[in-house]
C-alpha cells in the first residue's frame, strides 16, 4: 500500500536530508485519527505539484510531527490542460462529480449556473456549495495520491463560460444529440481543453447557441445517456486516455 498524503502548508527549501514539519489540522489527522508513529512513510504535498516522500522522525503532542524528507519530486504542468465546465446538480451530486473527477485527473472544475439548473448558488448558500467542492477537491487529490489538486473557480455565468471557451484549443458540449462522437474528435497535442457538461435538465438552445459561436461543438459520449455528475468524469476518462496523459 502506498504512503498516505498530507497537504504540507509550504514545501519550501525541502530538500533530501532536511526536516519538514505538518502541523496544524492534517498535523492531526496524521498523529491522532492516521495515529502514524516515527519510522512510517508518509508524502507531503503542497497541491500545487511539489510533493517529498520521507519518514515520520518525531511525533509532538497530538497535532505535530516532523517528516525526514528522503526525495522531492516536482511534476510537470499538464499537457494538454483539461477543464470541466459542469453544471450545478442536485443535493451532494456536485461534491460526487468533483470527487471522481479529481481522482480521474481533471485540472480544474468550474461550476456553471445554467439556465436550466435546479440547484442555485445564491449568498451564504452559493459560498458555503463552493467551499464543498473545494474541499472535495483537496480531499479527493490526497486520497487518489496527487501532487497537483484541481482548481475548483469561482462559479460562471454562461456568458462568462462562452468567454472561457473562446480561449480555448479545443471546446466542447456534452450533448446526447451531438452528431460526432468524442471518441473521434480532433484534439490537440497540448494547450486547453474544456468541455462543458449540462445540467440534468439539459443544455438549453440558446446556451448551445452561445457555446457553438464560441466555438464549442456539441459532442457525444456513447449510446446511453449519462447523469450529469458522471458525464465529466467519463468524458475526462476518455481524453486522458486519447491524449496520452494516460500512457
Do not use: N
Not at 498530507?6 to 492516521?34: M, N, Y
Not at 520521507?54 to 511534476?75: M, Q, S
Not at 445517456?225 to 486522458?240: I, P, Q
Amino acid at each position: 500500500m502506498t504512503a498516505p498524503v498530507f497537504v504540507a502548508d509550504s514545501l519550501q527549501g525541502a530538500a533530501a536530508g532536511t526536516r519538514v514539519t505538518l502541523e496544524g489540522p492534517e498535523g492531526r489527522h496524521a498523529v491522532s485519527v492516521r495515529r502514524l508513529r516515527v519510522g512510517e512513510s508518509v508524502v507531503l504535498t503542497d497541491g500545487l505539484g511539489t510533493g517529498v516522500s520521507g519518514t515520520v522522525a518525531a511525533v509532538e503532542g497530538k497535532d505535530r510531527l516532523l517528516v525526514e524528507v528522503a526525495g522531492v519530486r516536482h511534476e510537470e504542468p499538464p499537457s494538454p490542460r483539461i477543464t470541466v465546465v459542469q453544471a450545478l446538480p442536485k443535493g451532494d451530486r456536485g461534491e460526487l462529480a468533483v470527487e471522481t473527477m479529481t481522482e480521474t485527473g481533471v485540472d480544474a472544475v468550474v461550476p456553471w449556473t445554467a439556465a436550466r439548473c435546479v440547484t442555485q448558488w445564491k449568498g451564504e448558500r452559493g459560498l458555503k456549495a463552493l467551499g464543498k467542492w473545494r474541499a472535495t477537491a483537496r480531499e479527493a487529490g490526497k486520497q487518489s495520491r496527487r501532487l497537483t489538486f484541481p482548481e475548483v473557480a469561482d462559479a460562471m455565468t454562461t456568458k462568462q463560460v462562452a468567454r472561457l471557451l473562446a480561449d480555448a484549443d479545443f471546446a466542447a458540449v456534452l450533448h446526447e444529440e451531438g452528431s460526432t462522437p468524442l471518441a473521434t474528435a480532433e484534439l490537440p497535442a497540448g494547450g486547453e481543453i474544456v468541455l462543458v457538461v449540462g445540467p440534468e435538465g439539459g443544455v438549453s438552445p440558446e446556451e448551445l447557441t452561445a457555446f457553438a459561436a464560441a466555438g464549442a461543438a456539441p459532442y457525444r459520449l456513447g449510446p446511453s445517456v449519462l447523469r450529469t455528475s458522471t458525464a465529466g468524469t467519463a468524458a475526462a476518462a476518455l481524453l486522458l486516455g486519447r491524449t496520452g496523459r494516460w500512457g
